[in-house]
């Protein structure tokens, strides 16, 4: 199977890009695959981007102590003695 299996599937793609060239002409197929090929990158661009946004979203975040600091806090019995 191994030299004839892949004597098939070379002839399949031979086929294909026949029949694409056929349906679309020939003048057409570079600017088929470069559409299909910037498809792609811009979908592999879109995946990365969710995973850092899904990555940065599942951080800790730090504590909120309600926004007061120590300083604030001294000063608030004291109004304005």
């Known amino acids: 199977m191994g030299v004839k299996g892949g004597a098939a599937v070379d002839d ?7 029949v694409l060239a056929i349906l679309f002409g020939a003048s ?4 088929l695959g470069r559409n299909f090929g ?3 990158r811009e979908f592999r661009k879109g ?3 969710g995973t850092q ?3 940065e979203a599942a951080a ?12 604030d806090t001294a000063h608030l019995g004291h109004g304005g003695e």
Do not use: F, M, N
């Open 53 to 55: 946004d899904a990555s």
């Open 12 to 18: 399949k793609y031979l086929i294909v890009v026949l």
């Open 38 to 40: 910037q498809g792609i």
């Open 28 to 31: 057409r197929l570079p600017s």
């Open 47 to 49: 995946l990365a981007e």
């Open 60 to 71: 800790p975040t730090p504590p909120d102590d309600g926004g007061t600091s120590e300083t």
